[in-house]
């Protein structure tokens, strides 16, 4: 009876994710050299481990038949965008899969399917008898190694979470989480409707942290399990990303994570308010930023639904502002090139509105 109770704690124990995890922990040490290799693209072109030194690594191990990695893809991609220009003690960070579909076809399907915007490679060997697999000592996939510039073994993961962790931890920039939003605040719709009007002059004090959480969830944060945002758009893109301007610093909104991720300290309010001197002052501002890669598609009609999504974000942050007795304007002027510059973004960001917040000043 004893022996009986035994074996059924151990097979319990054995069940929990913990142990299932660290059974399938990424088995290279920490420090040592991660292993070279040479593979193909999807256009046959050979892409070598070697020539990424210098520059830190993502490198992502899959399949496409493998359905651990298939879920993980959106959480990868979210991160990898991220990231896209971030450096880590001034280095690249770059991102590199390697597939282990043995038919081709298939990942190039599946590579059409999710459409991951970093180098994929494959050489087509099948994961049990495949050499990378073998030198990576793989027991698991999905599983991450992060490698340093010099090319050794910083971390292993096996879920995008984790490399989040990793990432975050890397490049020291802390995810500030925000309170959860109250969504039983304010006035009803067509109350705020009725008030909501441009305000340019703020009273002198900072929004409050449960505010700032309020506001950013009103303008785009996620409404519905599947990842859907308060705020639509064309095709469910989800390409308006949201950066935070305060006195104390700069952040970007993580709808997923309903938090903040630091960017940078310091006052860079001027930047926003741009040739409007006076509005430098205002406690906030929520600049909408579109991630034109992320929209997926260029020409007139492509910009047009970037500025329309854009629209709606400020929109919502309007009627937010009328409901809650904040103050609010919607402005299209702002130094873009200088925004770009300080967020680490490239041309194909485009910050297309923003909205200067505050509390209504005594006069209003
Ligand atoms: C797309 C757009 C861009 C705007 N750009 C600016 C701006 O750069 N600076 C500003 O002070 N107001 C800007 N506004 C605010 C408008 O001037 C304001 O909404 C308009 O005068 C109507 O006033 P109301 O919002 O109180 O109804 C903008 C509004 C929109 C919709």
């Not at 151990?10 to 290279?28: D, H, R, T, V, Y």
């Not at 292993?35 to 520059?55: E, I, M, N």
């Not at 793989?138 to 340093?148: A, F, G, M």
């Amino acid at each position: 009876m004893t022996r009986h109770l035994l074996f059924l704690l151990i097979a319990f124990l054995c069940s929990l994710p913990g142990m299932a995890q660290s059974e399938n922990a990424p088995a290279l040490t920490v420090g040592t050299s991660a292993p070279l290799f040479v593979a193909p693209d999807t256009l046959g072109q050979k892409v070598a481990l070697k020539d990424y030194r210098g520059s830190w690594i993502v490198l992502d191990f899959w399949a496409s038949w493998c359905g651990d990695c298939r879920r993980e893809i959106p959480g990868m991609k979210r991160l990898e965008a991220a990231y896209r220009n971030v450096s880590i003690d001034g280095k690249p960070l770059k991102w590199l899969s390697v597939s282990f579909d043995d038919n081709h076809e298939n990942w190039r399907k599946a590579l059409q399917k999710y459409q991951m915007p970093w180098p994929q490679i494959s050489d087509g060997k099948p994961w049990k008898k495949n050499p990378i697999a073998a030198v990576y000592k793989l027991k698991w996939i999905p599983t991450c190694y992060i490698i340093d510039p010099e090319g050794r073994i910083v971390s292993g993961v096996i879920t995008a979470e984790g490399l989040e962790a990793e990432l975050s931890r890397l490049s020291g920039k802390q995810q500030l989480l925000l309170p959860a939003p109250s969504t039983e605040r304010g006035t009803d719709i067509m109350t705020a409707l009725r008030k909501r009007h441009s305000v340019r002059q703020y009273a002198d004090r900072p929004l409050s942290q449960q505010d700032i959480a309020d506001l950013l969830w009103a303008a785009g944060g996620k409404n519905r399990e599947d990842g859907r945002l308060t705020s639509p758009t064309a095709m469910n893109r989800q390409e308006i990303i949201l950066f935070l301007f305060t006195a104390k610093g700069c952040y970007r909104y993580l709808p997923e994570h309903h938090a903040l991720q630091w960017i940078c300290d310091g006052d860079n309010r001027a930047l926003v308010a741009s040739r409007q001197e006076a509005l430098a002052k205002s406690p906030a501002f929520i600049v909408m930023v579109a991630d034109t890669r992320r929209f997926g598609q260029e020409g007139q009609q492509a910009e047009r639904m970037m500025c329309a999504d854009a629209g709606i974000v400020s929109q919502n942050i309007n009627v937010c502002c009328a409901s809650t007795g904040m103050a609010t304007v919607t402005r299209a002027t702002m130094d873009k090139d200088g925004i770009i510059s300080l967020l680490g973004l490239d041309s194909t960001f485009d910050p297309i509105l923003n909205n200067a917040i505050g509390y209504p000043a005594e006069t209003e």
